[in-house]
């Protein structure tokens, strides 16, 4: 029997050897590839459907993400309201995401009910109206949202600097105004929708307490689509970075902070410095305990918060640092930013602090690992980003084998201050 006086032993995260539940996979009859994970107690799964539908090829700005969203509101068949009372007569949930490349429909249910609740989301898919009326009260929302978040300095921050980076003509860098949602046509959704989701590209991810006709159903449902496989290689567009480094911005006279963008270039997930540059990352900026917090933070009192991450983009990155701060200690902020950097770049991290950040990060990942929705979230990043299976394993030896002498010649490569834009709007 254990003896309960008896102080447990303290085991490093970094001892654990971390292993990803490995993903089922298998094509339907148009050779649409589905990916299933199936795990988890609860009889409940995530069912994701990706098709390539994001602003990269959009023609007029605001078509992606308005096809997307008026998915859910209207088919040949079903009004908006019958639609959604579908869902939550199942007590289910549907929901819309579109990004730069990517557009989802995700559909969190009972395992049980799946088979109820398939025909409804392949009529979204399929047989969407885009009835005038719900396009009308969609730009009305959207217009009123872009209004009241042009007010806040933290969002303007983060529409500027993203065009900074790429260039307002890149879908990474480009921002959509009144004028642009007001311009939305029915005519440009119904070409986009049929080019791109009804004869587009898609991958389907499943996740949780999956049923064993999964496969039968999904074929029945999705198999005789005229979408298929994913494309070879995804559209590209040219950055073109602003030739000026430095800006300030008065958003709000009446404002007491400055939202502070620092941000730099840097490559995608398939650089060879990529997984070395996320634990330099966590050391500068990328949790509570990082140099950053502690100086800025902790120490200053400058701001509540400040944190550092590289942009989650499959073609580009950036090297972002992102804080807010009293008006008057904005420019104290942003120097303490590089003296940091400085640090980084001329001493060694020592041995304490390296372990840290490696217990943090292996500890990060367990707690990611905790599911079957999270394990297809680490599967799904992987694949669409065209990553093998061995990234996960490298980038969890990266963390824990990475030194001092390669996190400080990292640091002398890419944080440098002449390669940062700097923005503070007030």
């Known amino acids: 029997m254990q003896n309960r006086t008896d102080t447990p032993p303290i085991k490093d995260a970094v001892d654990y050897k971390l292993e990803l539940k490995p993903y089922e996979h298998y094509l339907l009859d148009n050779g649409v590839p589905v990916y299933t994970v199936n795990a988890g107690a609860q009889e409940v799964l995530q069912l994701e459907l990706v098709f390539y539908a994001g602003n990269f090829f959009e023609q007029q700005k605001g078509t992606a993400a308005a096809t997307n969203f008026l998915l859910k509101n209207g088919t040949a068949t079903r009004t908006a309201f019958q639609v959604n009372e579908a869902f939550e007569y199942y007590g289910a949930y549907c929901n819309r995401s579109c990004y730069n490349e990517t557009a989802v429909v995700t559909l969190h249910t009972l395992s049980k009910h799946l088979d109820k609740l398939l025909p409804v989301l392949q009529d979204m898919i399929t047989n969407a109206s885009f009835p005038q009326q719900e396009l009308d009260i969609y730009k009305q929302n959207a217009s009123q949202r872009l209004k009241v978040n042009l007010q806040k300095c933290e969002f303007v921050a983060g529409r500027l600097i993203d065009s900074y980076l790429y260039g307002m003509q890149h879908p990474y860098g480009t921002y959509s105004n009144i004028e642009d949602i007001n311009a939305i046509s029915l005519e440009e959704i119904k070409k986009f929708y049929s080019r791109y989701y009804l004869q587009g590209h898609c991958i389907i991810f499943v996740s949780g307490n999956i049923p064993s006709t999964l496969a039968a159903q999904l074929n029945e ?53 990529f997984k070395k540059a996320i634990v330099l990352n966590n050391v500068f900026g990328g949790f509570f305990g990082s140099r950053l917090m502690s100086n800025i933070r902790e120490d200053k009192g400058y701001t509540y918060g400040i944190h550092s991450y590289l942009q989650n983009h499959m073609q580009h990155s950036a090297w972002m640092i992102s804080t807010e701060a009293g008006k008057d200690v904005c420019e104290a902020t942003i120097h303490e930013v590089y003296e940091e950097m400085k640090k980084l770049r001329e001493e060694n991290i020592d041995e304490e602090e390296l372990m840290l950040v490696r217990n943090f990060m292996i500890g990060t990942i367990l707690g990611d690992l905790d599911g079957p929705f999270q394990i297809m979230a680490k599967w799904k990043n992987i694949i669409l980003n065209n990553l093998g299976p061995e990234y996960f394993y490298d980038s969890v030896r990266e963390i824990k084998t990475i030194t001092a002498d390669e996190l400080k010649e990292l640091a002398n490569k890419y944080l440098q201050p002449d390669k940062f834009y700097e923005l503070v709007v007030y």
């Open 221 to 273: 449902f999705f198999g005789k689509l005229s979408v298929s496989k994913p494309p070879t290689s995804l559209p590209t567009a040219a950055v073109e970075q602003a030739t000026e480094k430095k800006y300030r911005i008065i958003n709000d006279k009446e404002s007491v902070q400055g939202a502070i963008r620092v941000a730099s270039p840097f490559p995608n997930r398939h650089h060879p410095d």
